[in-house]
């Protein structure tokens, strides 16, 4: 693994804003957390269903939900230390191939929610190898906005999934942007946008 | 347990009946037979887990997008759920779990006995109904009875099918 200063990673709001650009239909699942902010900083769409919990659970939501909507393209955005928690469920991804699902992973190295403690990305762990390794059909690394830029187009495909992709992002807490904690709300307003009845 | 008990074919009546599209698992021998079946079923989406709460978050993206999921899974993977089981608290989605005891009936093997003695409990204080069942008549009506709490009350059901029902495991050298 190459040794990046800080310097050279990327602001995750900056990143996760230019991912989302133009998303169209895409659906969007966030882990816990960080990332669950800077999706609702990118702008608040009914079709982000914002995880505050269930650590190591954003990827498989995000797998039922592929599975359910094959005609819309399904991202996950999630931390590492999230991502780490549910290093089976790369797996259990790989196995059942959805090709509209596109897993992001906002690598900081670190816990940035209990105080900054290094996470195993920082110490020598690979997320995106362990992914090549379980099978995704593509799993790599975007270091630039530009490299994010070109990788946009990636993320609204129906096929050709499933996608791994690790974003270098600079440590260090930012404002927080807070979405909507309940969950029976996000679940709601989420299914209602697709058209489903509320009980 | 014989391959050819009708009850897990009741199982997979009732969950067809229910439009039920999708359906996780960590193997379990008293599944078995009912893992097969959910296989055969080009209708039916069949993943199978590295571990259980994996299929807890499945489905609840499932029902995000508009389908009903099952999670079949032996009593030793209720303990591996637990947290995970607060997504669907908060959020309250159905959930339908079909769980086999282990642990209890005629139990050989004593390591599985702890988690199966708590199965039960962790289920409820997870805020998850248990309906349990001990005879194979009384299979499809329990089963029927968790989808229609799962997926119209949106509640988390677990049928507990208990060891007995799926007999003794056969596990002496062949």
Same mark, same amino acid.
């Given at each position: 693994?190459?040794?990046?200063?800080?310097?050279?990673?990327?602001?995750?709001?900056?990143?996760?804003?230019?991912?989302?650009?133009?998303?169209?239909?895409?659906?969007?699942?966030?882990?816990?957390?960080?990332?669950?902010?800077?999706?609702?900083?990118?702008?608040?769409?009914?079709?982000?269903?914002?995880? @505050?919990?269930?650590?190591?659970?954003?990827?498989?939501?995000?797998?039922?939900?592929?599975?359910?909507?094959?005609?819309?393209?399904?991202?996950?955005?999630?931390?590492?230390?999230?991502?780490?928690?549910?290093?089976?469920?790369?797996?259990?991804?790989?196995?059942?191939?959805?090709?509209?699902?596109?897993?992001?992973?906002?690598?900081?190295?670190?816990?940035?929610?209990?105080?900054?403690?290094?996470?195993?990305?920082?110490?020598?762990?690979?997320?995106?190898?362990?992914?090549?390794?379980?099978?995704?059909?593509?799993?790599?690394?975007?270091?630039?906005?530009?490299?994010?830029?070109?990788?946009?187009?990636?993320?609204?495909?129906?096929?050709?999934?499933?996608?791994?992709?690790?974003?270098?992002?600079?440590?260090?807490?930012?404002?927080?942007?807070?979405?909507?904690?309940?969950?029976?709300?996000?679940?709601?307003?989420?299914?209602?946008?697709?058209?489903?009845?509320?009980? | 347990?014989?391959?050819?008990?009708?009850?897990?074919?009741?199982?997979?009546?009732?969950?067809?009946?229910?439009?039920?599209?999708?359906?996780?698992?960590?193997?379990?021998?008293?599944?078995?037979?009912?893992?097969?079946?959910?296989?055969?079923?080009?209708?039916?989406?069949?993943?199978?887990?590295?571990?259980?709460?994996?299929?807890?978050?499945?489905?609840?993206?499932? @029902?995000?997008?508009?389908?009903?999921?099952?999670?079949?899974?032996?009593?030793?993977?209720?303990?591996?759920?637990?947290?995970?089981?607060?997504?669907?608290?908060?959020?309250?989605?159905?959930?339908?779990?079909?769980?086999?005891?282990?642990?209890? @009936?005629?139990?050989?093997?004593?390591?599985?006995?702890?988690?199966?003695?708590?199965?039960?409990?962790?289920?409820?204080?997870?805020?998850?109904?248990?309906?349990?069942?001990?005879?194979?008549?009384?299979?499809?009506?329990?089963?029927?009875?968790?989808?229609?709490?799962?997926?119209?009350?949106?509640?988390?059901?677990?049928?507990?099918?208990?060891?007995?029902?799926?007999?003794?495991?056969?596990?002496?050298?062949?």
């Amino acid at each position: 693994m190459t040794v990046a200063d800080d310097l050279e990673r990327l602001n995750r709001r900056d990143a996760v804003r230019e991912l989302l650009r133009d998303r169209g239909d895409t659906l969007v699942v966030t882990g816990l957390g960080s990332s669950s902010y800077d999706v609702f900083a990118a702008g608040d769409h009914d079709n982000n269903m914002y995880l @505050w919990g269930a650590m190591g659970g954003a990827a498989m939501v995000g797998l039922g939900l592929a599975l359910a909507q094959p005609r819309r393209p399904v991202v996950v955005i999630t931390g590492d230390g999230e991502q780490l928690m549910g290093l089976g469920g790369l797996a259990t991804i790989s196995v059942k191939k959805p090709g509209n699902l596109t897993l992001v992973v906002l690598d900081n190295g670190q816990y940035g929610e209990t105080g900054g403690q290094k996470s195993h990305t920082a110490l020598g762990v690979d997320l995106y190898r362990i992914a090549a390794a379980t099978g995704f059909a593509s799993a790599g690394e975007l270091r630039t906005m530009t490299e994010i830029g070109s990788y946009r187009t990636e993320l609204t495909k129906l096929t050709g999934g499933p996608r791994y992709v690790s974003v270098r992002v600079a440590a260090g807490n930012l404002p927080r942007a807070l979405p909507a904690r309940d969950g029976v709300f996000l679940k709601n307003r989420f299914r209602a946008r697709l058209g489903f009845q509320v009980n | 347990m014989t391959n050819n008990s009708v009850w897990p074919k009741e199982i997979y009546r009732v969950l067809k009946e229910a439009r039920v599209s999708q359906a996780s698992y960590v193997p379990d021998a008293g599944h078995a037979q009912l893992i097969e079946l959910l296989h055969a079923d080009p209708e039916i989406q069949t993943t199978v887990l590295t571990t259980e709460e994996e299929g807890i978050a499945i489905a609840a993206g499932a @029902w995000l997008g508009g389908q009903r999921a099952v999670l079949l899974l032996q009593s030793s993977g209720v303990g591996n759920c637990v947290n995970m089981l607060s997504l669907i608290s908060n959020c309250r989605f159905p959930l339908l779990m079909l769980v086999t005891m282990r642990g209890e @009936w005629a139990e050989f093997n004593p390591w599985q006995v702890p988690m199966g003695s708590a199965t039960q409990s962790a289920l409820q204080l997870m805020g998850v109904t248990t309906i349990r069942v001990d005879t194979a008549e009384e299979v499809p009506e329990a089963v029927s009875a968790a989808v229609a709490m799962a997926f119209d009350a949106d509640q988390a059901v677990s049928v507990v099918l208990s060891q007995r029902l799926i007999g003794r495991k056969q596990w002496e050298a062949r």
